[in-house]
């Protein structure tokens, strides 16, 4: 990222709350244009960034560069109106006595000409031309959240904090609403922070994604990469089911049902996890017991017996257990694969979606 197209950069910030740490050390750079995801679970610290950000919360160290301006440091502490900061929060409530035109102008501090010219533009690019006039309660939720975003883009703010901003909605709106935001988001060009605890909406909306746990930042990479190649057990967690494999390392192979795994790195004797996410187990029938040829990248098949399967519309999940150790592991097949409890199936492993972690001590 070359340094002119950084927008927000903001540098070991840290807060704590009655002695706790809730925020520490967290750094990030975002550049114009650029959407970073803020990921984690509940209580992890996301919102209280984003409002140190915003500049509503104090930070205890650490600064916020906007556009290489400081806007926090030891010695600078703007408001939050003069950060260039656009804000969307989950309840984004739009000024119920004003039309939606006047909720769109209303931090414009230009002539009338030029405010009508800018909301005339920002409805248009939300989908919602000739809305002006109308209230909020006229329209959808969908709609009002589309507001919001005009809203808080019509000062074109330098950088755009987005908190939960489509978690009110409902499923079947919200993909299209998500899309809509990304594209006028793109088009105005700011540097956005989006806070999710969602995997999915952090993947679908992410140039970038910033995996936060316990108060610090854990990963950093696109969606592709925090996905395929996450940092720890915990991180691959995040996004999905796992099936967790222990083996002892001995000489830089570990033993597995599935055969010897390649752990070079991990301590001789030391317990390592071979994580595999459920849909990168791969199934084959017994045919009369003589089982699968799997190809190099499967290793050895090993065989179980399924305990349930269930239907989940786009996919079906088969849990086995493996007739070597009777461990229980999860198999996602796409489609519809139902196959009875104690059927006796073969399971492959995809030896190139497997990460391998020395085990927690
Ligand atoms: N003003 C405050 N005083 C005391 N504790 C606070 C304050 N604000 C936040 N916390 C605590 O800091 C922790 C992190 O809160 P924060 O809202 O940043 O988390 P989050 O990741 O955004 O979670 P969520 O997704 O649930 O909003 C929580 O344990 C919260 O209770």
Redesign the pocket.
């Known amino acids: 990222m070359s340094q002119s197209s950084v927008r927000l950069e903001i540098q070991h910030l840290s807060r704590a ?2 002695g ?1 740490p ?2 520490s050390d967290v750094s990030l750079t975002i550049a114009a244009g650029q959407v970073t995801c803020l990921l ?12 140190m950000i915003a500049g509503v ?1 104090r930070p205890d160290s650490g600064s916020i560069r906007i556009d290489g301006r400081p806007v926090f440091d030891a010695r600078t502490n703007l408001p939050p109106e003069a950060r260039s900061v656009g804000l969307i929060f989950q309840d984004f409530a739009l000024f119920p006595h004003l039309t939606v035109a006047q909720n769109v102008a209303f931090g414009l501090k230009t002539d009338r000409e030029a405010k009508a010219r800018r909301v005339d533009e920002l409805l248009e690019r939300v989908n919602l031309p000739g809305f002006g006039p109308k209230h909020p309660h006229q329209l959808s939720g969908g709609e009002q959240q589309r507001v919001a975003l005009a809203r808080a883009l019509a000062p074109r703010p330098k950088v755009m904090l987005m ?2 901003p489509f978690s009110g909605l409902d499923n079947r709106l919200r993909d299209g609403i998500r899309d809509t935001t990304l594209e006028v988001l793109k088009e105005e060009g700011a540097a956005v922070l989006l ?1 999710t ?1 969602e995997p999915d909406e952090a993947l679908r909306m992410g140039d970038e994604i910033a995996l ?1 746990r316990g ?1 610090h930042i854990v990963q950093t990479g696109a969606p592709y990469n925090v996905y395929n190649a996450p940092v720890d057990r915990a991180a691959a967690a995040f996004f999905s089911d796992i099936n967790v494999i222990r083996g002892v390392s001995r000489g830089a192979l570990t033993e597995t049902p599935f055969g010897s795994f390649l752990t070079p790195g991990h301590a001789d004797g030391g317990t390592v996890e071979i994580v595999i996410r459920p849909q990168h187990l791969k199934i084959d029938l017994d045919r009369a017991g003589r089982g699968p040829s799997p190809t190099p990248m499967d290793g050895t098949a090993a065989r179980g017996t399924v305990i349930r399967a269930r239907f989940l519309g786009r996919e079906s999940l088969v849990e086995l257990a493996l007739d070597e150790g009777g461990q229980r592991l999860t198999a996602s097949v796409p489609g519809v694969f139902l196959p009875k409890p104690g059927t006796v199936l073969w399971l492959m492993i995809r030896r190139d979606r497997c990460f391998v972690f020395p085990h927690p001590a």
């Open positions: 709350f009655g706790v809730v925020v984690g679970p509940s209580g992890c610290g996301k919102s209280t960034t984003l409002r919360e908190d939960e806070v605890h936060m108060g």
